[in-house]
């Protein structure tokens, strides 16, 4: 282990910017599932929303005759891939929340608490990167990863229905509300990541953390159920439930029908409350003397 | 050259100090900061680190404070900690290659970078496996290729030899030792394992309850006006009081029999014959020698020790 002979050499390098440093972290949050060979299963069972929109969009190009594509649209928005809930569908409808829930759960709810587990944080923050770019990074891996299934799997369908298309009708017509469609799966992508993220910032460990989100989601959603019953036509509380207002939220910027019908308005005003929230709690656990003790 | 300064620096945490109104200069190539457990070395790292905000006083490294700009200066900083600490799930090399990225290394540079330091370290044959199926040894090396692979200036390294066998300590202490001779890497080296700091600096920073309470090159410390006599006599009631009767600062009995008898240089050593004979004893051996690393550690803390028991009693 001399350093005589080893092939030691001094370093002559420029500097990479804020942001290569930050990606570098986020691109391995984003492959931290693949790691293991249930993590890639669980992933691609996450996407069966996604799967299940290919499936449809394959008979409404007609490569499959079950009663024609037509009809799809006459069950539901979300079966016809000329409407924008088609597209929120993998991120937003009934089915889709499972499959999210159990993306962000798995991957960012233990993002930062796996590393704080293991003392990780030391060794991360005593880089070229502080904690705000920490937590940018995580996030941003986080993101990317959940944003495979509900931002650029939808964006493919739409290319895949664009291409499969036989006029110029559907590129006319949908090019009306597409940009606010994905912009929409975006909104409510980043929002569920970053809410994640910054829970798991507060927790010791990772199954805490995902333990605590699973709480958070499903039991903020309940108690905003019970509450609806209770005093009927009071909308906002629905705005209780953090996926129900980001939800809400993203709905208004696709312009669709909501599910739920309460004010877009305290729907956003909802997430912004949660996230200073979350982000006043992550800021104080993420101060360099809470990390290294 | 002063490759690390500390000016009046305090660090509390709650009510608790752990480093109280401390300055220092650590100059460039290797140096010993040396303590007991709990002493205030891990805390003095992690405040040079920007990872612990000192409550008073000023800290730079090569002349630059260390709070306004603590993330650009850690990129000529590399920092080796006591704890196990790694990013869950990864291997050696992603490991090491991670922290070369974060430290702004470019990908393909990070990672041929990353290979090198991972075979500098004898890691090179078992980089591709988790590093949490590593051993303690094979921890700690790990550790020191993520303090290297950006090539910084100045390693602060925490207690690097632990849990190594003998052969890897030697190893981890020559390559230390090469670090800053060679390449003329400043390395502070904290540690409470004192004959691992005396091979491998040239000067050292002794830290006691938050206080410095000696600092110098080793040589000169070791060679200040004190010696120490090994004395081996029969066995005779009062010859401690007789010694501390010709001014011995020290006599501390030897586990196999005798006295270490630590002495000023004023008192010339037939007064030592004299204490004994006057004690009705005899001299059988006396063997002059210097004080070794750990003396002086022992007798600037036990200096401290009274002197805050003296504080204490006046108060």
Redo the contacts between chains.
């Keep these: ?4 002979g ?6 002559t ?4 910017s804020w942001l ?2 930050v990606w ?2 986020a691109w ?1 949050e984003m492959r ?1 599932l693949f ?1 293991t060979r249930w993590g890639t299963i669980l992933f691609l069972v996450c996407q069966i929303p996604l799967i299940r929109g290919l499936f449809l969009l394959t008979i409404w190009a007609g490569f499959w005759s079950l009663g024609g594509g037509g009809g799809l649209g006459r069950m539901s928005p979300e079966f016809s891939p000329e409407h924008p809930a088609f597209y929120l569908a993998p991120a937003m409808s009934e089915s889709g929340f499972v499959f999210v829930l159990l993306l962000t759960t798995l991957v960012s709810a233990r993002s930062i608490a ?2 704080r ?14 904690p705000g ?1 920490y937590f940018f990074g995580k996030w941003l891996g986080s993101f990317a990863l959940v944003g495979i299934g509900t931002v650029i799997g939808p964006l493919a369908m739409w290319c895949f229905a664009q291409s499969a298309s036989p006029d110029e009708s559907f590129a006319a017509a949908s090019m009306e509300w597409l940009p606010r469609t994905m912009l929409a799966t975006l909104f409510f992508t980043a929002a569920l990541t970053g809410l994640a993220t910054a829970l798991s910032s507060m927790a010791r460990s990772p199954n805490l953390a995902s333990i605590l989100w699973v709480v958070v989601v499903v039991g903020a959603s309940a108690v905003a159920r019970v509450f609806s019953r209770i005093f009927r036509g009071e909308s906002w509380v629905r705005a209780l439930s953090p996926w129900d207002a980001a939800k809400r939220t993203a709905e208004e910027i696709a312009g669709v029908t909501p599910r739920i019908e309460f004010e877009p308005s305290v729907a956003i005003g909802a997430v912004l409350v949660y996230g200073a929230i979350v982000v006043a709690f992550a800021q104080r656990r993420l101060r ?2 809470e ?2 003790g | 050259m002063i490759a690390v300064s500390l000016r009046d620096v305090t660090i509390r945490y709650g009510d608790f100090v752990a480093v109280e109104n401390v300055s220092a200069d650590f100059p460039a190539g290797a140096v010993g900061l040396l303590g007991r457990n709990g002493a205030g070395k891990t805390s003095i790292l992690k405040a040079l680190l920007g990872l612990v905000r000192p409550s008073a006083g000023t800290l730079e490294i090569t002349g630059v404070p260390t709070g306004a700009r603590a993330v650009d200066l850690r990129r000529h900083v590399g920092y080796m900690p006591e704890k196990d600490c790694f990013v869950p799930g990864l291997n050696g090399f992603e490991t090491v290659r991670l922290a070369a990225e974060l430290s702004g290394l470019p990908g393909r540079e990070a990672s041929r970078r990353a290979h090198e330091v991972l075979w500098l370290c004898d890691l090179g044959e078992q980089r591709y496996r988790e590093v949490s199926g590593y051993s303690a040894g094979m921890r700690q090396k790990v550790k020191l290729a993520t303090a290297l692979v950006h090539d910084p200036q100045t390693l602060f390294l925490d207690e690097p030899t632990n849990g190594l066998d003998p052969d890897g300590r030697r190893e981890m202490l020559e390559l230390v030792e090469g670090l800053a001779s060679s390449l003329g890497k400043s390395v502070v080296l904290s540690s409470h394992i004192l004959p691992d700091v005396e091979r491998v600096c040239r000067d050292v920073v002794v830290i006691d309850r938050g206080r410095v309470v000696a600092a110098g090159p080793v040589a000169e410390l070791t060679r200040a006006a004190i010696r120490v006599l090994d004395l081996e006599t029969g066995p005779i009631d009062g010859l401690e009081e007789a010694l501390r009767g010709i001014g011995a600062l020290d006599v501390t009995p030897h586990p196999r029999g005798g006295f270490a008898v630590t002495i000023p240089e004023s008192v010339p050593t037939r007064e030592v014959f004299r204490a004994v004979a006057g004690a009705g004893g005899e001299v059988r051996r006396l063997v002059e020698r210097r004080r070794t690393l750990a003396e002086v550690f022992l007798g600037a803390v036990r200096a401290e020790g009274a002197s805050v028991a003296a504080e204490g009693g006046a108060e």
């Design positions: 282990m001399t350093i005589f080893s092939g030691y050499q001094a370093l390098y420029e500097p990479t290569r440093r570098a972290l391995l931290s790691r796996k590393d587990a293991a003392r990780g944080l030391e060794i991360l923050w005593t880089r070229g990167i502080g770019g360099t003397e990390a290294v």
